[in-house]
Every structure is written in structure tokens, then in C-alpha cells.
């Protein structure tokens, strides 16, 4: 009933710049916060960056100064603006949505950093 629409992954030389984009639609009535996860190969998922419903926001030190997370609360969409990316940062990003009882993700979308 509640989608995750993910869009803006792809390949990047480091550097660059990317802005992955996550609209949640469908019967929602409560978003506590919504945010972005990483996983890169072998590794455990990892909190990237979270907004609340009020506005605090929460960051990984590995991204602090060059990921920006933001949200549209009209078009309930969250965005991630990452820039000076790095290789380290190649990972499927998913979008979650903290709706309380439930979490719900997107299907991920690949951030794939070149040296």
C-alpha cells in the first residue's frame, strides 16, 4: 500500500555530484522521520542521513559537509544531494520511511563511484 519511489543513482567519477530523489505515496498518517541507508558489497547497512518530521536531520561522519538531506513535505519526497563524491561511497542506497509501527524501504538504487 505504501511506495517508495527511488530515482537518481548511476555512475559518477569522484568528485562529482549526484541527487537521488524518494516519494512515498499511498495511505500514509504518520512519517516519523524518512532517511537514506547504504550498502556496499560485503558490508553491513548503514545509516547515510535522517529528517524528522520537525526538521533535525542526522548524518554519518563519513558524508558530514558534502551530503545535504532535504524534504518536500507537500510531495512527500526526500532528497539527498551528495556532492564531492568518493569511491568509498559506492553502495545501493535505499530510502526508508519510519511509519511508526511499520518501516518501509524502497528497492535501492546503485551509486557507483570511479577513481
Known amino acids: 500500500q505504501v511506495q517508495l519511489v527511488e530515482s537518481g543513482g548511476g555512475l559518477v567519477q569522484a568528485g562529482g555530484s549526484l541527487r537521488l530523489s524518494c516519494a512515498a505515496s499511498?495511505?500514509?498518517?504518520?512519517?516519523?522521520?524518512m532517511g537514506w541507508y547504504r550498502q556496499a558489497p560485503g558490508k553491513q547497512r548503514e545509516l547515510v542521513a535522517a529528517i524528522t518530521s520537525g526538521g533535525s536531520t542526522n548524518y554519518a561522519d563519513s558524508v558530514k559537509g558534502r551530503f545535504t538531506i532535504s524534504r518536500d513535505n507537500a510531495k512527500n519526497t526526500v532528497y539527498l544531494q551528495m556532492n564531492s563524491l568518493k569511491p568509498e561511497d559506492t553502495a545501493v542506497y535505499y530510502c526508508?520511511?519510519?511509519?511508526?509501527?511499520?518501516?518501509?524501504w524502497g528497492q535501492g538504487t546503485q551509486v557507483t563511484v570511479s577513481s
Open positions: 526508508n520511511l519510519d511509519g511508526g509501527i511499520y518501516d518501509y
Open positions: 499511498g495511505s500514509i498518517f504518520v512519517i516519523n522521520s
